[in-house]
């Protein structure tokens, strides 16, 4: 099953600048840049299927528009390019939607993506 910890990993290895900085549901973290991830199972099979929300807060447009395209490219495949492995899981999948929004309240810019994804434990054990 694809877990926080496959997220962080992917995440903080591809875009250091997040490192210590991605959070499942929430962060109080405002002073710096930051990743926010929901995991949402919609089903439970050998090959699983999630929606995995995350969100992108930044102070700057310009870095949030940035790291929100390197975020997509991480999770997102087509048939030119192979399932992403993340220690003993591999998946699937693509940008399903989300937006951009300026948080007036905390004056940052946070990007929802919303990501569908077919989730595959190594050696085909049911998760």
């Known amino acids: ?3 926080g910890k ?13 490192k210590g900085h991605i959070s499942p549901i929430f962060t ?10 929901f995991i949402k199972p919609v089903d ?10 995350i969100r992108v807060i930044c102070s700057d447009y310009d870095d949030l528009e940035a790291y929100t395209e390197q975020i997509t490219n991480l999770f997102t ?13 591999s998946f699937r999948g ?3 939607g989300g937006g951009t929004l300026f948080r007036d309240d905390l004056q940052l810019y946070e990007n929802t993506m919303f990501f569908s994804l077919k989730v ?8």
């Not at 997220?7 to 591809?14: F, S």
């Not at 109080?28 to 991830?37: F, L, N, R």
């Not at 439970?44 to 929300?53: G, K, N, P, R, Y």
């Open 44 to 53: 439970s099979e050998v090959i699983s299927q999630i929606q995995l929300e």
């Open 28 to 37: 109080t973290d405002v002073d710096s840049d930051s990743v926010i991830y």
């Open 1 to 3: 099953m694809l877990t």
């Open 77 to 89: 495949t087509n048939e030119n390019k192979s399932s992403i492995v993340v220690d003993d899981v």
């Open 120 to 127: 595959k434990n190594e050696g085909g054990i049911k998760q």
């Open 94 to 96: 693509g940008l399903s």
């Open 6 to 18: 496959h997220i962080n990993k992917l995440i903080a290895e591809n875009i250091p600048v997040f």
